[in-house]
């Protein structure tokens, strides 16, 4: 069983930056294998696939991040991080960390972000 601790949410104005973080407890050989994603849920809308970094480090963005969000990781710290900069109050979500390991997906219960001014 993987547990995964989002943090790094808060209240930021439009066009501001914040950064998430996602701690993953489990070993850092199982973590290096696994995938990390980003997922948001807007109120009022499903929730939708932000950003995914691969063991492979091979990146992916959905349209609407494309080129503000950057997502990353460091397998020591057995951390998945998502840099979110030129915040609009459309980005304004609870945001989900995901690992995929194999066959087995995990997710944390989130951080809210507010883009707010």
């Known amino acids: 069983q993987v547990q995964l601790v989002e943090s790094g949410g808060g209240l930021v104005q439009p066009g501001g930056s914040l950064r998430l973080s996602c701690a993953v407890a489990?070993?850092?050989?199982?973590?290096?294998?696994?995938?990390v994603a980003w997922h948001r849920q807007r109120p009022g809308i499903e929730r939708e696939f932000v950003a995914r970094?691969?063991?492979?480090?091979?990146?992916l963005y959905s349209e609407s991040v494309k080129g503000r969000f950057t997502v990353s990781r460091d397998n020591a710290e057995k951390t998945g991080y998502l840099q979110m900069s030129s915040l609009k109050p459309e980005d304004t979500a609870l945001y989900y960390c995901?690992?995929?390991?194999?066959?087995?997906?995990?997710w944390g219960r989130g951080t809210q972000v507010t883009v707010s001014s």
């Open positions: 995901n690992v995929l390991c194999g066959d087995d997906s995990y």
């Open positions: 489990a070993s850092t050989s199982i973590f290096r294998m696994c995938h």
């Open positions: 970094i691969a063991f492979t480090l091979i990146t």
